[in-house]
């Protein structure tokens, strides 16, 4: 499911609702991180010759995604909820 081009366009819609530039440079970067894991890295660690260096840097990948996704839906989550307490004392 986290590799899905579905995912990334879940949190995209999310952010493109944001004015923050700040998140849509982390949505390009999570983007761009996500191509180079698959399948760039994945194609190139799975080559009967490829060196361990290979293999590592796609493991390491895979735990800069993890990272990226739970920065980016804790942003979200953050921001909606400043959202609301902020709507709140409004009304």
């Known amino acids: 499911l986290f590799h899905s081009p579905q995912f990334c366009l879940w949190l995209a ?3 493109c609702l ?3 530039p ?3 440079r982390w949505l ?3 983007g761009l991180a996500t ?3 698959f399948p760039v890295l994945f194609d190139l660690q799975a080559l009967p010759a490829a060196p361990v260096s290979v293999q590592y840097a796609y ?3 895979v735990v800069l995604l993890a990272g990226l996704r739970l920065g980016l839906l804790g ?3 953050l921001t909606r909820a400043e959202a609301g307490s902020q709507a ?3 009304a």
């Open 28 to 30: 390009a970067l999570y």
């Open 75 to 77: 942003w979200l989550i």
């Open 22 to 24: 700040r998140l849509w």
């Open 59 to 61: 493991q390491g990948s």
């Open 13 to 15: 819609t999310a952010g």
């Open 35 to 37: 191509y180079l894991s």
């Open 18 to 20: 944001s004015a923050d």
């Open 88 to 90: 709140r004392e409004v």
